[in-house]
């Protein structure tokens, strides 16, 4: 960790992120029907829980408590709790509530060449400042210092982003498995939610040497032992 003032504490191994797949919450498959009244596709069986306040159906998933939930699938992740996550601003490796729900809202990507830009679109739900420490030793696709981190001060609901279905047939559009798509939009009454994509507006850049330097090597050790034990596969 060079790019660092001071040497972060080792990330404690077996975290498993809030907002990850497990092996016994799996897709529920439904039979789509044509929603009455307005256009759109619905559950023969649908209750309020199956949309958003957007109104946009939502795919269903088992979810289970904690020790029923099998083994982590990391290369997955939980519609349901992604959307919690992304709906109050929570860490999406701890679960941690933000000390502000005004914001600013940390967001850790992976580096795609450049920073992240005002009004970029994004299904990754913000991290607390340890966990952001955590997440660039333990995430693959971060590690390596290829990730680019800011702080966004205003976060709005964009979309969604799920598999399409299409207007006559009813059926899942070739192709078209994950789509982002824009809340009230025409495609919006045709998908099935499987993210929540926000807008990031506000954006100042990220300074993570700053962030942890302020917390301190002793804190952060703090921190992360907290964290593995609210993350650790039981």
Same mark, same amino acid.
Not at 13 to 19: A, E, F, Q
Not at 31 to 51: C, H, K, N, Q, S
Not at 154 to 160: L, Q, S
Not at 210 to 217: I, T
């Given at each position: ?53 957007? $109104?946009?159906?939502?795919? #269903?998933? !088992?979810?289970?408590? @904690? &020790? %029923? /939930? $099998?083994?982590?699938?990391? #290369?997955? !992740?939980?519609?349901? @709790? &992604? %959307? /919690? ?10 679960? @941690? ?138």
């Amino acid at each position: 960790m060079g790019r660092f003032s001071i040497v972060l504490p080792p990330a404690p191994p077996g975290l498993v992120p809030y907002i990850a797949g497990w092996s016994e919450e799996k897709l529920l498959a439904r039979p789509i029907i044509r929603r009455p009244v307005v256009p759109g596709i619905a559950y023969a069986d649908e209750t309020p829980y199956d949309r958003d306040s957007f $109104g946009v159906l939502w795919v #269903r998933y !088992v979810l289970r408590p @904690r &020790q %029923r /939930r $099998g083994s982590p699938v990391f #290369r997955n !992740v939980h519609p349901y @709790r &992604q %959307r /919690r996550a992304m709906l109050n601003m929570m860490c999406q490796v701890c679960a @941690r509530m933000p000390p502000d729900p005004h914001g600013p809202h940390l967001f850790l990507l992976k580096d795609s060449g450049g920073p992240i830009r005002e009004g970029e679109l994004t299904t990754s739900p913000p991290v607390c400042v340890p966990c952001a420490g955590i997440s660039i030793q333990l995430c693959h696709a971060l590690r390596g210092g290829r990730f680019v981190a800011a702080w966004a001060r205003r976060v709005p609901a964009w979309g969604v982003v799920g598999p399409l279905h299409h207007p006559r047939t009813l059926q899942p559009i070739p192709g078209c498995a994950m789509e982002h798509v824009k809340y009230g939009s025409e495609w919006a009454p045709w998908v099935r939610a499987a993210r929540t994509m926000v807008e990031l507006r506000g954006v100042t850049p990220a300074d993570l040497d700053r962030e942890f330097a302020v917390l301190g090597r002793d804190r952060l050790e703090e921190e992360f032992a907290r964290i593995a034990q609210l993350t650790a596969v039981a």
